[in-house]
């Protein structure tokens, strides 16, 4: 992992208002009835991240068998492949998450904390790919990156910014 922030002034800001509006709005408007249990902390810090993992895994491998250059490398691609791979990443994860609320004694409102943690988590280390990695890849030590459709635009601007 490099210690380079791939992010700018404003990406960080966006992604803390970000981070901070997914932990505070449903806080303040769905409040779990039961209180947080352990459940609920297990998921935000190990389940969430493990499904992210696979999801971005799994996309890489679908990738890689159609022959499609390390798709999960470029942070800023506005490509279709690039749409393809952040939205079966976020569908996955979201998607597995909010069954799981279902199933187990988990609540919805983790959902929304594991994705503001993970914008804050970004926000603090500089990470410019999409959220939804930033614990995976702080645990694993990696650095890939599937473009963000909320915050790449803002990144984009800001490189340009610097290069100018």
């Known amino acids: 992992m490099s210690n380079r922030r791939q992010i700018g002034p404003a990406g960080t800001v966006a992604r803390v208002i970000g ?3 997914f932990i505070v709005l449903p806080t303040l408007f769905d409040r779990p009835d039961n209180g947080i249990g352990w459940w609920d902390a297990l998921a935000i810090v190990v389940v969430f991240p493990v499904i992210a993992i696979a999801a971005a895994a799994g996309v890489d491998w679908l ?5 499609v250059a390390d798709i999960r490398r470029v942070r800023t691609g506005w490509s279709l492949e ?3 791979a952040t939205a079966i990443v976020m569908l996955v994860v979201i998607g597995v998450a909010t069954v799981l609320t279902f199933i187990s004694p988990m609540n919805r409102w983790d959902v929304f904390v594991f994705v503001g943690l993970s914008m804050l988590l970004a926000a603090a280390r500089g990470y410019g790919g999409c959220e939804l990695l930033a614990l995976p890849n702080v645990v694993l030590r990696r650095e ?3 473009w963000c459709p909320i915050y790449s635009p803002i990144d984009r601007v800001e490189e340009r910014d610097e290069t100018a």
């Open 19 to 21: 981070g901070l509006a």
């Open 63 to 67: 990738y890689q068998r159609r022959d």
């Open 82 to 84: 690039q749409a393809g």
């Open 144 to 146: 890939d990156a599937i």
